[in-house]
């Protein structure tokens, strides 16, 4: 009789042990069900804004050697979203094919888009895309990740966005280094030359964006 009591008490201890496990199995699964809908709910609610190529959206470039600068312009197209009235994403694209020098004009003009567009710079054929995807706004600075010839790094810079129920316009200015990218043609860093045959590292670009839901 002792026996098979305690062989009870036993298989009771046994069964309620089994389902405290049980019970935290399923809750455990249940909070990863609300926190995998909470996180898909954010993505479903986000408004879209449109950013077409046009005279209200304008990336300018400039780039420049210790004797002079140039400038210029590349057309880009993408999308914003827009969460409880912040920016929370944004996914740009820019089509390096339209790299277009402004301070130049004729022979001078084409020979300095031709090379920028050829294998010592960006390389246009290979890679006709650079991409922008980004990833927070804090009010103050976005970061996001830059990918050129394939390269991508994150990088934050201060943009002053205004954002209403229809449209989103804002501008920025950022500087990247170009040999983190790949390009290292006439660069200091690289290469022992004369002052006046280096060009700068840096490159600065001036944004300007208009997006329409």
Not at 6 to 25: P, Q
Not at 30 to 38: G, N, R
Not at 45 to 58: A, C, G, P, R
Not at 111 to 128: A, P, R, T, W
Request: aromatic letters at 10%; hydrophobic letters at 40%; one cysteine or more.
């Amino acid at each position: 009789m002792k026996s098979f009591i305690i062989c009870l008490v036993s298989i009771s201890v046994l069964f309620a042990c089994g389902t405290e496990k049980k019970e935290v199995v399923t809750n455990s699964i249940a909070q990863d069900l609300k926190s995998t809908k909470a996180a898909t709910d954010t993505i479903i609610e986000q408004t879209m804004f449109k950013v077409t190529n046009d005279s209200l959206s304008v990336l300018k470039w400039t780039g420049s050697t210790f004797i002079k600068s140039h400038f210029g312009t590349v057309n880009f197209e993408g999308a914003l979203g827009i969460f409880e009235g912040k920016l929370v994403s944004g996914d740009l694209t820019f089509d390096m094919n339209t790299i277009n020098t402004e301070d130049l004009n004729g022979g001078k003009k084409q020979k300095l888009d031709d090379h920028l567009k050829g294998e010592d710079f960006f390389d246009v054929e290979k890679f006709s895309k650079a991409y922008l995807k980004i990833k927070n706004y804090d009010g103050k600075n976005i970061t996001g990740d830059l990918t050129i010839k394939e390269v991508t790094k994150e990088i934050s810079f201060p943009a002053i966005l205004e954002i209403t129920q229809n449209s989103i316009t804002g501008k920025a200015d950022f500087t990247i280094n170009r040999t983190e990218y790949g390009i290292i043609y006439s660069s200091g860093n690289f290469f022992d030359l004369a002052k006046d045959r280096i060009i700068s590292d840096n490159i600065t670009f001036n944004v300007s964006i208009k997006a329409i839901k």
